[in-house]
């Protein structure tokens, strides 16, 4: 029987110190679950089920942006068999009230443990490519799970009575782009982790990677910003050939796999067991890694057996204690150039714990000028605090000529006019009514964000450009803009932000003034 109440397990099972546990991931299939492709999904998830050295499942959620069977068909049998389910949870495909209503039939159904993600843009489907959701990001989705557990406040009947429903029991999780080559990349990752923390995310899972040092790297972060009881669980996928090439060419949202390494895929692959053992026994050096350097966990993926899964365990068990170390010199696949936070440990080729970049921190003093500062921006800051900033400036006179409009909501026609010509010239507005250019250093995620993007980077961005459009992403873009004036490292200091619809085709500046845009929540949160 189902306990319907308890979220405690995979929490325990993530606090154990003793051993090493083990999640492995589970990809759903196109089709019903009689479909031939369903059944040999469901004959492995089986094998997973009654496996002791397996810990929880990992179902995803139409993976790489392809429909697929909803993760809940595939996790029932597994949860009601006893065995832990995490359930992805992508904003992709949802907008908030689907998302709230998959959380309650989650809830409903005994299912606590929530992978909270963006979601990969969609591909192809039926009769060609499905229209993007992102109504709400990760952050703000880990917000809602949040007040979900704490029973959520809603008003209901005509006289908008208030009332709490029951709380849900989630744990949630996120997950964390740790890999990326730049500064103005990496750095808004780790700032949003720590967003993605702040928000509700009960346990991290870091992106496939290859290189020991940045993945030693990320728990050195949340050790500096005192955030390290967040248990960090190491992802590990099996490579193969056509896997690695994948990567390699960037096919998959966020993951780098550089060309030194595809080589040696690629020669590996050429073998008579077409690398068989080679990547086995790779994935179990990088499980013993992250055991090492002390990730809490395992995750694997790119498993379609459970045969593999223990070649890959008994080769693991089979290591010396500190094998880890030398294996972690092995794979250190960064490239050239390539931007770290904290300082290396010749010793050990993993980074000094506690000892940050030095010319990084020297350069947070400097005041360089760089591609992304423009004049369009110095103009965007004086007009901001000369019209935005709350009872300065101009912003009283402006509120009072908004409550005396006809309209007020629309402000005069004549500011508005000016407001919608200059905001379409100057940032390609798209009158959502609810700005952000504000917490974007004056780049509007609407028109400039493939997955209008309000609370930091998606982890999809192939060397610093969009994932889906060829152009710089907006957040390496102000990371520039503000690590300018000195500020970067406040790039995401702003409660999060989600966009209220309900004012899409209004003045944002009328909302601004008026106090009903997001902004004027974030004044009623943040302290004076
Ligand atoms: S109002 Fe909305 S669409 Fe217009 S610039 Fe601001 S964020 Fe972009």
Redesign the pocket.
Known sequence: MIDLQSNLRLKAILSETDRFPLGVELVSTRGTMTQQQTLKTRNFSADLTHSPRVDWVSITDNAGGNPQLAPIALGTPILYAGKEVIIHLTCKDFNRYALESQLWLLASQGFHNILALTGDYPIESFEGRAKPVFDIDSVALLTLIEKMNEGLEVTSGSARIPTKLDATHFFAGAVTSNFKFHENTLLPQYYKLEKKILSGAKFIINQIGFDSRKGHELLEYLRLRQLDHIPVVGNVYVLSPFVARLFNQMKIPGVILTNELNEICQKQGASPDKGKKFFHEFAAKQLAIYRGVGYKAGYLGGVHSYAEIEEILDLEKSFAPDDWKLFAREISFSRPGEFFLFEPDKATGLCRPGKVNQAWKKSLRERHSNKNVTLGYHLAKRFHSLMFEKGKGLAPLAEKICQKAKNPSQGPPGMRFIEQLS?AVL???????????EE?AFL????QCAKNQ?NGPCGGTRDGKCEVFDYECIWARAYDRLKYEGKSEQLLDHVPVI?NQGLRGTS?WANFWLGKDHTSKKAAAEPS
């Open positions: 905001k940032y390609s507005c798209q009158d959502c009514g609810d700005c952000s250019l974007t509007c995620p609407e028109s309000r966009q944002s």
